[in-house]
C-alpha cells in the first residue's frame, strides 16, 4: 500500500489556512494542522464554527477534517519562536515518518503608514512573517534531504512590484521578504542539482474572504479560499522546474491549468470582484542571471565564522 503525503499548514486555524487544510486532506493528505489558537472542539457550538471567527482553532479544523473521514492532527506552534517552530517540524516527522509538503499561512497584519506603524508592530511582523518562515524553512530541510530532496514548499507571499509598498511599508517589507527567500531558494537549489525540490510564493489576485475582510460591505468584491486551495493543489501537482522560485497569482496559475470560469468563487453569485493585483507585474530576472561571478560562500570562510 502506498504512503500517504504528509503535508503541514502552518496558520491553518481558521480562512486560507483553514481551506488548504481541509481540500489536501480531500485529496489524501495527512495533514498536520497548526497555528496558535487551539479549543475544546468537542464542545464547540455550533459546529462547524464560522471559519473566519475565533471559534474556529486548529483543534475545530482537526475535527472538521477527520469527521469528513480525513487524516488530520493538530499540533500548537508560535512562529515567533524558532523553539516552538522546531519542535512542530520534530513532531510533524515523528508522527508520519516524513514531511512531503511544508505550507507557510502564518501572518501578522498591519497596513499603515511608516508614521502610524509603532516599532513593536513592525518588529511583531517580522517575528511572525519574515523570520518564522525563514526558522521553518531551515528546520524543515534536514527532513526534506532525508526525503532525497523531494518536496515542495508553499509561501503566502506576494509578487514584488511597486505599488504594493504604498500605505503599508512596514507589512510589505516582511511579506516581500518572504517572496525573496522564495526566489533565492530555488536558485539555492537549480545550482545543487535539486530537481524535484520545489518553493513557489502564491497569493490572490482578487481579494479572499477571511478574517481580515470583517466589512459586510465588502462581500461583493470577494473570492471564496477554496480558489488559493485549488491553485495550491495545482502547484504541488506540477513539475518543480516549472514552479520552483515562481510569485504565482492565484488565478492567473489556475487560468494555465485551463481554468476559466471563476464564477463559482465568488462569495455573492453573480458578482464580478475587482481584481486588486496588476495584470502585468515586474519581470524581475536580468541577462546575467546564471553569472556568479567570484562566488563568496561565508560558511566556509573560518575568519567569518569565528567572529560569529
Known amino acids: 500500500m502506498a504512503r500517504l503525503p504528509v503535508a503541514l499548514v502552518i496558520g491553518a486555524s481558521r ?35 464560522d471559519p473566519n471567527s475565533q471559534n474556529s482553532t486548529i483543534t475545530t479544523v482537526t475535527r472538521e477534517i477527520r469527521e469528513a473521514g480525513g487524516d488530520a492532527t493538530a499540533i500548537q506552534v508560535d512562529t515567533r519562536s524558532p523553539e516552538s517552530i522546531n519542535n512542530l517540524i520534530e513532531s510533524t516527522v515523528k508522527l508520519h515518518g516524513s514531511l512531503d509538503v511544508l505550507i507557510y499561512n502564518s501572518g501578522a497584519i498591519w497596513w499603515s503608514s511608516v508614521e ?5 508592530r513592525f518588529k511583531l511582523m517580522q517575528s511572525v512573517n519574515v523570520e518564522g518562515l525563514y526558522a521553518t524553512v531551515q528546520a524543515a530541510l534536514p527532513h526534506f534531504k532525508n526525503n532525497g ?22 507589512y510589505a517589507m516582511g511579506k516581500v521578504g518572504m517572496s525573496v527567500l522564495t526566489k533565492g531558494l530555488a536558485m539555492d537549489w537549480k545550482r545543487e542539482g535539486k530537481k524535484e525540490m520545489a518553493i513557489t510564493s502564491l497569493w490572490p489576485a482578487v481579494a479572499i474572504q477571511s478574517a481580515a475582510t470583517p466589512d459586510p460591505k465588502m462581500l ?17 501537482g506540477s513539475p518543480a522546474e516549472e514552479v520552483s522560485g515562481r510569485l504565482e497569482l492565484d ?19 453573480g458578482a464580478n470582484p475587482r481584481r486588486m493585483l496588476p495584470a502585468v507585474l515586474p519581470i524581475l530576472t536580468v541577462p546575467e542571471e546564471d553569472d556568479e561571478g567570484n562566488r563568496i560562500d561565508s560558511s566556509k570562510l573560518a575568519k567569518f565564522t569565528a567572529k560569529i
Open 15 to 49: 480562512g486560507i489556512g483553514r481551506q488548504v487544510a481541509i481540500d489536501l486532506a480531500k485529496n489524501g493528505y495527512k495533514v498536520v494542522v497548526a497555528a496558535k489558537t487551539v479549543s475544546d472542539e468537542s464542545s464547540t457550538a455550533p459546529f462547524p464554527p
Open 220 to 236: 461583493a468584491e470577494l473570492r471564496k479560499p477554496t480558489i488559493f486551495s485549488d491553485a495550491i493543489l495545482e502547484i504541488i
Open 116 to 120: 502610524n506603524t509603532p516599532f513593536k
Open 149 to 170: 530532496w523531494k518536496g515542495r514548499i508553499i509561501v503566502i507571499s506576494p509578487p514584488i512590484y511597486s505599488r504594493f509598498f504604498r500605505g503599508k511599508t512596514a
Open 251 to 269: 488565478e492567473d496559475f489556475l487560468r494555465t491549468k485551463g481554468v476559466t470560469d471563476f464564477s463559482k468563487y465568488n462569495v455573492v453569485p
